[in-house]
């Protein structure tokens, strides 16, 4: 019984390792591109476990009818038999003549699902129905994680929109997925697909901690460190002081007002503009305190999403790399894009 077990075991790691070298193979020979034209060169067709079901029940129909010499069972295996040879056409040229687009990829973070976005365009005046699309990859067995599809029928002369669920393994560059785009329709008896490798490429940025600690303390310009003791307290690298009416709201530590709400008390503080024309604040690995390298990222993630949200100056040291202090939307992605790459 072990080894018979172990035989086949072994079969089937030899049979899942040859149809990954096959898939390989095929992907290789497919030319990248963000959009594709489907048409009969890259189409393809074959019938699906229902399909083969029925192929085996026209056969039985059509000797059985022959033994017995039965008109109305030759008049029903034919017209089985025609139905589904209309559906295999019909199924074919729901896919044929289809333009599929990919949308430009968005940055994402690591540990998040990604979204790619692919317009689907038909020329036609007739509905296309039943069109899925999802990440290519081997046709799973039940007992394992099935391939999430997304659905869509595109009207006639119209477009749709699909958004498929994609994970990113890791921080950095990564070329997008090759994408499979299949219909049943209309009988379910043929599988009618095509496999498409788009050529963009996304971003993703380091996974942000979850509960970093608070903003290292500010420097001064002439790049000397030094750390106040309401920094600290504060948890923010600038000094504060009472708020004054007319005080901008990037300017309050909202943080702040919510611990002093929570003791009962409506007091808010400011930071101090002349202590941030004095100081600015430098994020880099050293600050973080952490040994491993990955776990540094996460942290410098995370501290560049709240100096963004509190509307400060930041600068990242980055190795050779500097990112002088600035602020903004620009200034954020830049910083994340170092780290993503880092």
């Known amino acids: 019984m072990a080894v018979a077990a172990a035989s086949s075991t072994a079969q089937g790691a030899a049979a899942r390792g040859l149809r990954q070298r096959v898939d390989a193979w095929f992907l290789a020979r497919l030319a990248p591109s963000d959009q ?38 030759y008049l029903l295996t034919f017209l089985l038999a025609g139905c589904a040879t209309v559906g295999m056409q019909v199924g074919h040229g729901t896919l044929r ?4 687009h990919l949308l430009p990829p968005t940055p994402q973070y690591a540990g998040s699902a990604a979204l790619l976005r692919v317009v ?16 290519h990859g081997p046709r799973r067995r039940k007992a394992a994680a099935p ?16 958004e498929i669920a994609f994970q990113p393994p890791r921080r950095g560059w990564h070329a ?18 095509t496999v ?17 600690p608070p903003l290292p303390a500010g420097q001064p310009r002439g790049g000397q460190a030094m750390a106040s003791a309401s920094t600290q307290g504060a948890g923010e690298y600038d000094g504060v ?36 024309q004095r100081h600015e604040l430098w994020l880099e ?18 501290w560049v999403l709240q100096a963004d949200r509190l509307g400060l100056e930041y600068g990242l040291q980055l190795g050779a790399r500097t990112l002088g202090p600035d602020q903004g939307e620009a200034h954020k992605r830049a910083c994340l894009e170092a780290l993503a790459t880092a």
């Open 36 to 73: 594709i034209s489907l048409n009969q060169r890259n189409v393809y067709i074959l019938p699906t476990r229902a399909g083969l079901m029925l192929m085996a029940t026209l056969a039985i129909l059509l000797l059985a009818s022959i033994n017995y010499q039965l008109n109305l069972g």
């Open 196 to 212: 498409w490798r788009p050529a963009a490429q996304m971003l993703v940025y380091p996974q942000p901690e979850a509960h970093p």
């Open 285 to 302: 690995p050293a600050a973080t305190g952490l040994p491993d390298h990955e776990a540094r990222l996460s942290r410098l993630t995370a």
């Open 97 to 100: 003549g289809l333009d599929l």
């Open 241 to 276: 002081r009472p708020y004054r009416r007319g005080d901008p709201l990037k300017l309050v530590v909202w943080k702040k007002a919510a611990r002093a709400q929570a003791a009962g008390s409506d007091e808010l503080v400011s930071r101090d503009a002349a202590m941030a």
């Open 120 to 135: 689907l365009h038909n020329a036609r005046r007739r509905t296309r129905y039943g069109i899925g699309l999802a990440v």
């Open 147 to 162: 391939i999430a599809w997304a659905w869509t029928d595109v009207p006639g002369q119209g477009q749709s929109t699909v």
């Open 176 to 193: 997008m997925p090759p994408l499979t785009a299949e219909t049943r329709f209309p009988l379910g008896t043929f599988r009618v697909w």
